[in-house]
Every structure is written in structure tokens, then in C-alpha cells.
């Protein structure tokens, strides 16, 4: 029973703002896991949906992180930086993105 191909819309592009490059993300890509940052009012399905269109491959599951902005101080003033969300999405055993080519 296949599945019929996701139509690829303008806020797919917007869900997946662009893609986390930091040690512990490319440590979890070799377990088959991709990390983006994404919309504080983004959902699991709409970014597995992204993914599974843009990408062409199959997700296994999506978690979510709200980070929460660090309070900075900059000479007299403090100022808050914003709060974002990422999403780590597992991938299916023999799927794979290469996030270092671009889309």
C-alpha cells in the first residue's frame, strides 16, 4: 500500500527554517537523526510532513525542543535574546540526508 506523494507547498519551506550544525547534532546524525530549527508554532506533523516532501525520505518520529532566550547583558543594558524550537527527526533505518549539499 503506498502512500500517494505529499504536495510540496511555500510553508513546508517556512517549517524548516534551516538545519542545526553543532557537535551533538552531528553526532546524532550518525544514528540517522537531523536536526532543524523551526517555528515556535510549528507542530510534529507539520514538520514531519516537511521533511517527508523536501527530502524524499521516511520519518520514523519528531520531538521538539522550546529553548528558552539567555538574558545577555551588553555594558549597561540587559536585553533577552528570543526563545526558538527545534525539532530532531529520526529518520528510517536506510534513509539519510545530506544537509551539507544543500536542498
Known amino acids: 500500500m503506498n502512500k500517494p506523494e505529499i504536495k510540496v507547498t ?3 519551506y517556512e517549517v524548516l527554517r534551516n538545519p542545526i550544525f ?3 547534532a552531528m ?3 550518525e ?3 537531523v536536526t532543524f530549527r523551526v517555528p515556535l508554532t510549528a507542530t510534529k ?3 514531519k510532513a516537511a521533511v517527508e516532501a523536501l527530502f524524499g525520505v ?3 518520529s519528531v520531538n521538539t525542543i522550546r529553548v528558552g532566550g539567555k538574558k545577555k547583558r551588553f555594558r549597561n543594558t540587559i ?3 528570543s526563545d526558538y524550537k527545534k525539532a ?3 529518520l528510517v533505518e536506510g534513509n539519510n540526508i545530506d544537509l551539507t549539499t544543500g536542498v
Open 31 to 33: 544514528n540517522g537523526q
Open 27 to 29: 553526532k546524532a546524525s
Open 88 to 90: 530532531v527527526v529520526t
Open 45 to 47: 506533523t507539520e514538520v
Open 58 to 60: 521516511k520519518v520514523k
Open 22 to 24: 553543532t557537535e551533538k
Open 79 to 81: 536585553g533577552v535574546r
Open 10 to 12: 511555500e510553508k513546508m
